[in-house]
Every structure is written in structure tokens, then in C-alpha cells.
């Protein structure tokens, strides 16, 4: 009888296997792809024309615009004994144009990655952004945030700080126009803030979700 069972179970993962196998052949693919420049002022907007193989086999013309600013890191930085984390609050033009009156969005510190690994990359913005600057920064995992449209990767990282890590003010780094401020809430009032709207930012919210389920804090 087991036997049995055994041998049902292997013919259904082979079956899966042939499934997935043909499956991925006739689905998925792109051919005859071709970018053309819409605009590279500040960070790159390209316009793809492509044929696209549907589930049936059958080729379809598609055309997308991506916009890619490259990859990017963000961290929450908590603190065990004062169940407390940092968040930056600044100024956002596109949300300021899209229902947000003020433009202001508080989140964690994140950065673009410009060449640097992701790690790098976190320990750098936190100093620059917090003033703090912290020993260590965990990944958990990594993420497309708007994969409709813009090609960014972000990686998600939580690291611990304390009052003795604050060796400068934050704010952001001069000429960049950042006007950082930097905040410190308890863990219980920013999921309190996303609740009511206060916190609306994507990562930030999908890091304060993180420590809540794992109990981080």
C-alpha cells in the first residue's frame, strides 16, 4: 500500500514537472524587443516595443514605457529596551500632487544603492539621514515595489540602535536638497500612525509589518 502511495506521489510530481516544463515554453517569453530613449534628465525613461507569447502559443505586439532610477535599500532601525524606532520625515513632490496636501511623508531611511552593495548602501544612508551609526543591518528579503512600471529593487534590512551610536545631526547630505528631519516614535504609535494614515509610505509600512509579526520589538 505504500508503495503504492510512493509511486502515485512520484508520477504526480513528474506530472507537475512535464506540466511546468511545457508550460514554460509557450509562456512568458518575449522576442524582438527594442528601446528606444523617452528621456534621460534625471533618471532614465525608456520606451520598449517587444512581442509577448501568450499562455496559447500565439505571439502578441505589447509596448511598455520603465522608468529606472535603480536599485535602492531601506532599513527600520529599532531599539529593544525603549520599544522605540527612527523614521524621517520629507518632502515628496509626486505625492504632493496626488492627494497628499502637504507633500511631507514620514518613512524609514532608505537610499539609492549608486554603485554601492545594498548593505553599503543602508549603513551609508542611515548616517547620513539619522545621524546614526549603526554596527550592523540584517537583509530579510527584497522586493519590486511598483513592478508596472518602474524597474527598482528594493532590499529590506532592520538593525538595531541605541543613543550611543548618534555621532551627527542627519538632515541629509548638502546640495541634495533632502531637508531631513529625523524622528523617534514608540514601536505601539507608528503602527497606531499607519492605521490612521499618518504613515503611508509602502516599505515603511512592510518593515513595521515585518517586526510586528515576527516580534522584533
Known amino acids: 500500500m505504500l508503495g503504492l502511495v510512493l509511486f502515485q506521489n512520484s508520477l504526480q510530481i513528474h506530472i507537475f514537472k512535464d506540466y511546468f516544463k511545457l508550460h514554460a515554453l509557450k509562456y512568458g517569453s518575449i522576442r524582438n524587443l527594442k528601446k528606444e530613449l523617452l528621456s534621460d534628465n534625471h533618471f532614465i525613461l525608456n520606451k520598449f516595443n517587444f512581442?509577448?507569447?501568450k499562455e496559447d502559443g500565439n505571439w502578441e505586439p505589447q509596448m511598455r514605457e520603465a522608468y529606472d532610477h535603480g536599485n535602492g535599500a531601506?532599513?527600520?532601525l529599532y531599539n529593544k529596551e525603549k520599544k522605540s524606532v527612527i523614521m524621517t520625515r520629507?518632502?515628496?513632490f509626486p505625492t504632493y500632487i496626488n492627494e497628499n496636501p502637504s507633500g511631507m511623508m514620514i518613512e524609514v531611511p532608505a537610499g539609492l544603492l549608486?554603485?554601492?552593495n545594498p548593505h553599503a548602501c543602508i549603513i551609508k544612508e542611515v548616517l547620513e539621514e539619522t545621524g546614526y551609526q549603526i554596527e550592523k543591518a540584517e537583509k530579510i528579503y527584497e522586493?519590486?515595489?511598483t513592478p508596472g512600471s518602474v524597474t527598482e529593487k528594493l532590499y529590506f534590512f532592520v538593525g538595531e540602535y541605541n543613543d550611543k551610536m548618534k555621532v551627527?545631526?542627519?538632515g541629509g547630505v548638502d546640495g541634495e536638497t533632502e531637508n531631513i528631519e529625523v524622528l523617534e516614535f514608540s514601536f505601539d504609535e507608528s503602527l497606531k500612525?499607519?492605521?490612521?494614515g499618518e504613515i503611508s509610505d509602502a516599505k515603511t509600512i512592510m518593515l513595521l509589518q515585518y517586526a510586528q509579526i515576527n516580534n522584533l520589538i
Do not use: C, P, T
Open 114 to 116: 549608486d554603485g554601492d
Open 143 to 145: 522586493a519590486y515595489m
Open 193 to 196: 500612525m499607519v492605521k490612521s
Open 90 to 92: 520629507q518632502f515628496r
Open 51 to 53: 512581442e509577448y507569447q
Open 74 to 76: 531601506a532599513i527600520l
Open 168 to 170: 551627527g545631526e542627519g
